[in-house]
């Protein structure tokens, strides 16, 4: 099953390790605390680095405002980069983990029109979230960090 763990342990002799590393398998079969990090790593880059590079860090630059909406943002929103007026929807993203995966989203109601893949005719799409380069480098550093911390509490 891929969406499962299985470990089988046997161990001769000290009755403390095996103990411990029996709990440490209950353990990897609920990753939230993990999924947690995972999440407000991405929430931090989905907010930050992402609207910094305009969307460059996703690979997918956004498309420069239309003449006239630059212009009109320019005298209402003076020095505001594009995707923010007054910053909530860069600064509304969550995220959910569960024991095994974890949600990133954006309840900001405008959120879905930028990030939308849908076809359209007025405002281009401008993703905030997506797959960015070392994602999985990330995610798995982050996993290994959790388990060794595990392993660390339980060898104490």
């Known amino acids: 099953m891929a969406n499962s ?20 398998s209950l353990d990897l079969r609920n990753l939230r605390p993990a999924m947690d990090e995972v999440g407000r790593g991405a929430v931090r880059m989905f907010s930050g680095p992402v609207f910094a590079s305009r969307g460059q860090r996703l690979g997918e630059s956004w498309p420069r405002l239309s003449t006239d909406y630059a212009a009109q943002k320019a005298k209402r929103y003076a020095g505001r980069p594009v995707l923010v007026r007054t910053g909530q929807m860069q600064s509304r993203f969550a ?50 960090a959790v388990i060794a911390r595990k392993i660390k509490e339980r060898s104490t």
């Open 5 to 24: 763990l299985d470990m089988r342990l046997e161990v001769d002799g000290d009755a403390q390790l095996k103990a411990m590393l029996s709990g440490l």
């Open 95 to 144: 995220h959910q983990a569960a024991a095994t995966s974890v949600t990133i989203y954006n309840p900001d109601p405008k959120f879905k029109f930028h990030q939308s893949s849908a076809p359209r005719s007025k405002i281009p799409r401008r993703a905030m979230i997506g797959i960015y380069q070392g994602l999985d480098n990330d995610v798995r550093n982050t996993v290994a």
